[in-house]
């Protein structure tokens, strides 16, 4: 595979399709970053890279941390499995 315009070997769990995805994502956001900075060096270039992805995957963690709270909140007034125990479910129901 070609990242930053040099030949790396790769071995992962992944398939090879998803590898090559990897790459493409990458390099993407390389060409992404070159073409509105004036950077030109390998390095620079991994590290800015790096720090937008970065900061896209906090974002996404932020975005789901936040949906699960909302969540949360939302059931917070349903029954938890604790007071489940406390209903008794031999009881005989009203009006029989």
Sequence with gaps: ???FGRQYSVRGQGSK???DS???FI???VLKIKEKTQVVTTLDLAILTLLNVTDELFECRLAIQEGI???EEKNSGLL???D???ID???PLRGS
């Design 80 to 82: 938890e499995p604790s």
């Design 89 to 91: 479910c031999e009881a």
């Design 22 to 24: 990897l790459v493409e």
């Design 69 to 71: 709270e909302k969540v």
């Design 17 to 19: 399709e998803y590898i």
């Design 84 to 86: 489940l125990r406390e």
């Design 1 to 3: 595979m070609t990242l």
């Design 27 to 29: 390099n993407a956001r």
